[in-house]
């Protein structure tokens, strides 16, 4: 079964630093992936995925995210974050070897907390 | 536009007694799903539908959950009998099943569930 490993579980980083949230998926031979953002008693909401193609793929909020198939990895960075990007972000991915099932698979998630 | 609405956003249940959790999806999208959410971790994959059809419940952890969807629109989680490890924020998503948006899932913002 597919599986999620998000490396960190808090972040800290300073206003307008750079941030890298790491994430790692068990080997597949088809996936698609995604990174969600989770505001405090809200639903998830959708920053980016990776279906096909290129290989770096830009999201809202200025986030972006690269697709290493020999790493099995797509982390989320972001150059330059804001206090307002203070959350929770869940990497997911959805394992079409599984007879094309929509079904997401979650990492345990990262808190980032952005400090002035 | 709307987005999926759930409801209660809150609910305390004592030991045993049954529950029942609303989803209302975008309108217009085939796809729902259900899932779990524990604290401090990701979310889990309980049910799958496309329009009425149940087509994965592999996720619902015992016969005390139950899901249905019967027009293909609303849906109900049902946790018959429900026991302190329930306790958990119950997400819902919907999406269409269009090439474009395919695995773009829209989360509502939960159900939380708190068994006393």
């Known amino acids: 079964a597919q599986s999620v490993t998000q490396l960190d579980s808090q972040v800290p980083v300073f206003e307008e630093a750079p941030v890298e949230l790491r994430c790692n998926y068990s080997?597949?031979?088809?996936?698609?992936l995604f990174w969600y953002v989770q505001y405090p008693n809200q639903g998830l909401q959708l920053l980016l995925k990776?279906?096909?193609?290129?290989?770096l793929v830009k999201g809202i909020n200025g986030f972006e995210a690269e697709f290493n198939k020999s790493q099995t990895s797509f982390h989320l960075r972001k150059p330059s974050v804001h206090i307002s990007d203070t959350a929770e972000y869940f990497c997911?991915?959805?394992?079409?070897?599984?007879?094309?099932?929509?079904?997401?698979?979650f990492g345990k998630g990262t808190k980032l907390t952005v400090n002035p | 536009g709307a987005g999926v609405s759930q409801s209660p956003r809150y609910k305390v249940a004592k030991r045993g007694q049954d529950v029942a959790l609303r989803c209302d999806p975008i309108s217009g999208h085939v796809s729902l799903f259900w899932y779990q959410q524990a604290l401090g971790q990701g979310p889990e994959f309980l049910t799958y539908?496309?329009?009425?059809?149940?087509?994965?419940k592999s996720g619902l952890p015992s016969d005390r959950f139950f899901a249905e969807r019967p027009e293909g629109s609303v849906s109900t989680l049902k946790i018959q009998r429900t026991q302190q490890e329930d306790s958990a924020v119950y997400l819902c998503?919907?999406?269409?099943?269009?090439?474009?948006?395919?695995?773009?899932?829209?989360f509502g913002p939960g159900t939380r569930l708190t068994v006393t």
């Open positions: 539908f496309q329009n009425e059809a149940q087509l994965d």
């Open positions: 080997s597949s031979v088809s996936v698609y």
């Open positions: 998503a919907s999406s269409l099943n269009s090439p474009r948006d395919l695995y773009e899932q829209y």
């Open positions: 990776y279906l096909s193609g290129s290989t």
């Open positions: 997911a991915v959805s394992d079409l070897t599984q007879g094309g099932s929509e079904k997401l698979v």
